[in-house]
C-alpha cells in the first residue's frame, strides 16, 4: 500500500517533470525541469530497492549530465533565458509514430500475457551483489566499456586543443 | 506508515538537524572571533545577555544576527526570475542538511532497531551524489538574479565544483577500495584502535588531496573565488537579502560540517578515539571534535592565504590534483596487493617506495606546471 502511494506520487513528479522540460520555451526552466524528472526516476529505482542505481541516477544524470547542460547553456547567447522565437520541428510526427510504437512493444508482454523468456531467479539487489557480478562474469565488458571511454576522452582533449600552427605559438611567447 | 516508524526516523533526524544548526550558530561566532585575533582586533564582544551589561565574549551575537535575518526586507530584483530566486536557497540547504545523515554518528540514543541510514550499502556514493546537488543550488541563483555578478558567481562556482569534484571522489576511492566497502559505518569500523588510513602514505596523500578539494568543494577560502568581493560583489548571492541570505549562509555551514564529517569518516576513524571502551557515548563527542578540528583549520587558512586567480584555481584541479590522484589509485593498489602478503619486510618497502613515488610525482607535477616566470625587470627603477 505504501509502495503503491510512493509509486504513483514519484511517477506524477517524473511525468509532470518530463512535460515541462519538452513544453517551456526557457532554456534554463526546461533543464531544470528535466532534472525534477530525473530525481523522480531515481526515487522510483529507490523504490524498487535498487539503491546504487538510484545513487548514480542522482550522480550521473542530475550531478553531471545537468551542470553539462547548464554549462553549455551558459555558454551561449541565450544563458538570460527569455527566448520569444517559435521553434517547431518537422519530423514531431515521426517522433510521434516511434512514441506510440516504443509504448506498444513495452505493453505487448502485459497484454499478450507471453511468459517471460527465463524465469525470474531471486537476487539480492545489493551494491555488492553488483560489484561481483561486474567483476566475474561481465569484467570484460567492464573493461572494454573504460577502455572506449577513456578514447571519448583523450578525443575530446584533442578535439578541444584543436590544431596549433607553429607559428602563432611563436608569436604569444 | 507505522507510528514505530514515524518516531524512528524522528529519533535519527531530529537531532542531526538541532545538533547542526546550534553548531552553526557557534561557527559563526567562532571564525568571527578568530579572523578578529588573526588580524589584530577583538571581534564581535558586545552581544551578552539582553538588557545586562554582561558581554559573555560575544556569545549572543549568532542570536542577535539571526533575529536581523528574520526580520529584514526581503528584496527581489524586478527582473528576476521569481521562482527560482525563491528555491535556490531551499535547494542549497536541503543537500547539505540530507547528506549529515549518511555519517556515521553514533548517537548514544541509537540503538539495534534505529533507522541508521549510513549504514546502508552505498553511503559514501550516496554522500557524493547528494553534495553534487549543491552546484545547480548556486547556479539557480546566480541565473535567477539576473545580475551580471550574479551569473558571473555561479558560473565560476560550476566550473570549480565541477573540477574539483573528481579529485575529491578519487581519493575517496582509495578508501573504499581498502575497505572493500561502501558503507560508511563499516568504513568507521575498520579503524578502531587507531587504524587510520591517514597514517599511511597514499592515505595521507588521498587526505591532503581531499581536504583541498573539500575546500573547493564548499566554497571555502583560498578558493572563494564564486563569492569574491573584490572582483564581483557577493557573487551568486548578491541579490540576496534577509532570511534568504541566511539560508544559503546556513547551507554553507552545514555543508562544511558534513564535507568534514566525510573526510573523519574516511581518513580519520570516524568515532575512533581513547576512552570509547570505558564510555561508548564518547563516539559522538569525538566525532563532533574532529570535525570542528577541520573547521578550525579552515579558518586558520581563510585567515593566512590569499585568493586564488581563476587559471591557477583550474591549472591546480587538471594539471595537478587529477594525475596526482589518480596515481594514488594505483599506488594504494599496489600496496593493498603487498600488504595481503603478510610479510613485515615487504610492508616496510612497500611503505618506502609509495611514499617515494608520491613525493617524487609531486615534485615532478610541480616542475612541471611552473610557469616561465622570468625575473621581473624594472624600468622606472633601480
Known amino acids: 500500500m505504501n509502495e503503491e502511494i510512493a509509486f504513483w506520487i514519484l511517477s506524477a513528479i517524473a511525468v509532470l517533470g518530463a512535460l515541462v522540460a519538452v513544453r517551456k520555451r526557457n532554456l534554463i526552466h526546461g533543464v531544470f525541469a528535466l532534472l525534477v524528472f530525473f530525481a523522480g526516476l531515481s526515487g522510483l529505482f529507490l523504490l524498487l530497492l535498487a539503491e546504487f542505481i538510484a545513487a548514480v541516477q542522482v550522480l550521473v544524470y542530475i550531478g553531471a549530465v545537468g551542470v553539462l547542460l547548464l554549462f553549455a547553456i551558459m555558454l551561449t547567447e541565450r544563458v538570460a533565458g527569455d527566448d520569444n522565437r517559435r521553434m517547431t520541428s518537422r519530423g514531431w510526427r515521426w517522433g510521434l509514430v516511434m512514441a506510440a510504437a516504443v509504448f506498444v512493444v513495452l505493453l505487448l508482454r502485459p497484454i499478450q500475457k507471453w511468459p517471460s523468456p527465463e524465469p525470474p531467479q531471486p537476487i539480492k539487489p545489493s551494491v555488492e551483489e553488483l560489484g561481483k557480478k561486474l567483476m566475474n562474469p561481465y569484467v570484460v565488458t567492464l573493461e572494454v566499456l573504460a577502455l572506449l571511454l577513456t578514447a571519448a576522452l583523450i578525443g575530446a582533449v584533442t578535439a578541444a586543443q584543436g590544431v596549433r600552427m607553429p607559428k602563432e605559438e611563436d608569436s604569444q611567447e | ?382
Not at chain 2, 69 to 79: A, D, Q, T
Not at chain 2, 149 to 175: D, F, H, K, T
Not at chain 2, 307 to 329: C, E, H, T, Y
Open chain 2, 1 to 382: 506508515m507505522s507510528l514505530e516508524l514515524l518516531i524512528d526516523i524522528l529519533i535519527a533526524t531530529v537531532p542531526l538537524m538541532l545538533i547542526f544548526a546550534t553548531l552553526f550558530a557557534f561557527t559563526t561566532w567562532l571564525e568571527r572571533k578568530a579572523l578578529a585575533r588573526i588580524q589584530n582586533r577583538i571581534g564581535p564582544n558586545k552581544v551578552g545577555i539582553p538588557c545586562t551589561r554582561i558581554g559573555l565574549f560575544g556569545l549572543g551575537q549568532p542570536a542577535a544576527d539571526g533575529i536581523k535575518m528574520i526580520f529584514k526586507e526581503n528584496i527581489v530584483p524586478r527582473g528576476a526570475d521569481r521562482l527560482f530566486h525563491l528555491l535556490a536557497p531551499i535547494l542549497a540547504l536541503i543537500p547539505s542538511m540530507l547528506v549529515l545523515c549518511f555519517l556515521p554518528l553514533d548517537f548514544p540514543w541509537l540503538n539495534e532497531d534505529s533507522v541508521k541510514a549510513f549504514l546502508l550499502d552505498g553511503a559514501v556514493i550516496f554522500f557524493f551524489a547528494i553534495t553534487g546537488l549543491n552546484t545547480l543550488a548556486v547556479f539557480m541563483a546566480g541565473w535567477a538574479s539576473r545580475n551580471k555578478y550574479s551569473l558571473l558567481g555561479g558560473m565560476r562556482a560550476v566550473a570549480q565544483m565541477v573540477s574539483y569534484e573528481i579529485p575529491l571522489v578519487l581519493s575517496a576511492v582509495i578508501v573504499v577500495m581498502m575497505v572493500g566497502s561502501l558503507n560508511a559505518g563499516e568504513i568507521a569500523g575498520v579503524q578502531t584502535g587507531g587504524n587510520w588510513f591517514v597514517f599511511s602514505p597514499w592515505g595521507f596523500a588521498a587526505f591532503v588531496i581531499f581536504f583541498i578539494a573539500a575546500l573547493a568543494e564548499t566554497n571555502r577560502s583560498p578558493f572563494d573565488l564564486p563569492e569574491a568581493e573584490s572582483e564581483i560583489i557577493a557573487g551568486y548571492f548578491t541579490e540576496y537579502s534577509g532570511f534568504k541570505f541566511a539560508l544559503f549562509f546556513l547551507a554553507e555551514y552545514i555543508a562544511m560540517f558534513a564535507i568534514s564529517g566525510l573526510a573523519v569518516t574516511l581518513f580519520l576513524g570516524g568515532g575512533d578515539g581513547p576512552g570509547l571502551a570505558v564510555a561508548p557515548w564518547l563516539s559522538a563527542v569525538w566525532f563532533l571534535a574532529k570535525i570542528f578540528g577541520f573547521i578550525a583549520v579552515m579558518i586558520w587558512l581563510r585567515g593566512t592565504l590569499p585568493r586564488l586567480r581563476v587559471d591557477q584555481l583550474m591549472g591546480f584541479a587538471w594539471k595537478f590534483m587529477l594525475p596526482i590522484s589518480i596515481l594514488n589509485i594505483f599506488v594504494a593498489g599496489f600496496a593493498w596487493h603487498a600488504e595481503q602478503l603478510g610479510n613485515r619486510y615487504i610492508t616496510v618497502i612497500t611503505w618506502v617506495i609509495s611514499l617515494a613515488v608520491l613525493y617524487g610525482a609531486a615534485c615532478g607535477l610541480n616542475q612541471l606546471n611552473r610557469g616561465k616566470v622570468r625575473p621581473r625587470e624594472y624600468k622606472y627603477a633601480e
